[in-house]
């Protein structure tokens, strides 16, 4: 199949997958996983990420404590911080790999077969980067639905809330496979480089001169 816009196609591939790296790495060190609101000081918003719990007060700002021990946290967020970390590398080296697949960059021009490998695998590692991003902010989403949602736990026990780090995930991962998708569309595509439209539009011209010669009386 012949597709024109294929450079388009791979630059729209390429800058997708680098906005869903970035929001994958600002998923794993924001501080807003699961958001607490007290009813008893409504002035006071509690959050909690993969790394600190942070309190967010009116008047005083912000303030956040680290985690004291990695074996201390729930399951959700220790396997979450594995997950996370393993997105943001496998979608620098996809980045890093598809960056010299582009049709875009000279070098490697005539090795056309390894530019086409190394955007396969770059594609397939945002994939990779995209599942390991969405899998544990919705694991976190599910376990904090269940917890909300729990009758053991008394009414008057506070609940904890989406926090706005879930969502942006989830974008990021979106962007991730989307972007991936789009550059592994492109390895399916030819080209057409205008050299060969040149010669084929020159071909014709001939033929015609050809035709007219032989008709000629």
């Keep these: 199949m012949a597709l024109v816009y294929r450079p388009m196609m791979q630059l729209s591939g390429i800058l997708l997958s680098l906005l869903g790296w970035v929001l ?13 609101n007290l009813e008893l000081n409504e002035l006071e918003i509690w959050t909690m990420g993969l790394w600190q719990a942070c309190v967010v007060q009116e008047e005083g700002g912000m303030q956040c404590k680290d985690f004291d021990s990695f074996l ?59 599942i390991t991003a969405i899998v544990p902010v919705s694991w976190v989403a599910h376990s904090t639905v269940q917890e909300f949602w729990d009758e053991n736990i008394p009414d008057i026990v506070p609940r904890w809330d989406f926090g706005e780090a879930l969502f942006v995930g989830w974008l990021a991962g979106f962007c991730l496979i989307l972007g991936g998708s789009l550059l592994n569309c492109t390895i399916c595509s030819t080209e057409i480089h205008p050299s060969s439209v040149h010669y084929a539009v020159a071909e014709q011209q001939d033929q015609c001169q050809h035709l007219e010669t032989e008709t000629r009386p």
């Design 72 to 130: 201390a946290l729930p399951p959700e967020l220790r396997i979450s911080r594995i997950l996370m970390f393993f997105s943001n590398g496998s979608g620098l080296l996809g980045l890093l790999l598809s960056g010299f697949g582009l049709d875009c960059l000279k070098i490697g021009e005539r090795q056309q077969e390894q530019k086409k490998r190394l955007l396969l695998f770059g594609g397939m590692l945002f994939w990779i980067s995209g």
């Design 24 to 36: 994958s790495c600002l998923t794993t060190y924001l501080p807003q996983w699961k958001n607490l």
